[in-house]
């Protein structure tokens, strides 16, 4: 395993407030984005949901075009997270279920914005 350079070293030591205006991808680096809501289908439940006051289980899946099963495993992560909140019901016999955007989700769906444009900013101006 190679050392760790002194420059890199310095980057770190460096470091800024996270988040902060004009950073720099050393000041700002990709480990600090919020992996909940990182992972693509995540993401695209949780954006499909900031434009939407809700959306049925089978809206989100054929949005996303994502299996029943992994729409199912990666909405839970964002309901134990508190970022969505879901509520089931039943129309006639046929089970009903609706996500919505929790305002922590919001939270940090704009946080995450956030960090990635200054991480494309900071890139661009390299």
């Given at each position: 395993?190679?050392?760790?350079?002194?420059?890199?070293?310095g980057?770190?030591?460096?470091?800024?407030?996270?988040?902060?205006p004009?950073?720099?991808?050393a000041?700002?680096?990709?480990?600090n984005?919020?992996?909940?809501?990182h992972?693509?289908?995540?993401?695209?439940?949780?954006?499909?949901?900031?434009?939407?006051?809700?959306?049925?289980?089978?809206?989100?899946?054929?949005?996303?075009q994502?299996?029943?099963?992994?729409?199912?495993?990666?909405?839970?992560?964002?309901?134990?997270?508190?970022?969505?909140?879901c509520?089931?019901?039943?129309?006639g016999?046929v089970p009903?279920?609706?996500?919505?955007?929790?305002?922590?989700g919001?939270?940090?769906?704009?946080?995450?914005?956030?960090?990635?444009?200054?991480?494309?900013?900071?890139?661009r101006?390299?």
């Amino acid at each position: 395993m190679a050392a760790k350079s002194g420059a890199f070293r310095g980057a770190r030591e460096e470091k800024t407030k996270r988040g902060a205006p004009g950073a720099r991808p050393a000041e700002m680096p990709a480990a600090n984005l919020d992996r909940v809501i990182h992972e693509r289908t995540r993401l695209g439940i949780v954006s499909a949901l900031a434009v939407n006051a809700s959306l049925a289980f089978s809206e989100l899946r054929d949005l996303l075009q994502v299996t029943d099963g992994n729409l199912s495993v990666h909405a839970r992560k964002l309901e134990d997270a508190g970022y969505v909140g879901c509520t089931k019901s039943f129309a006639g016999r046929v089970p009903k279920t609706e996500y919505r955007l929790m305002p922590a989700g919001r939270r940090a769906l704009e946080k995450y914005l956030d960090h990635m444009e200054a991480l494309i900013r900071a890139t661009r101006e390299g």
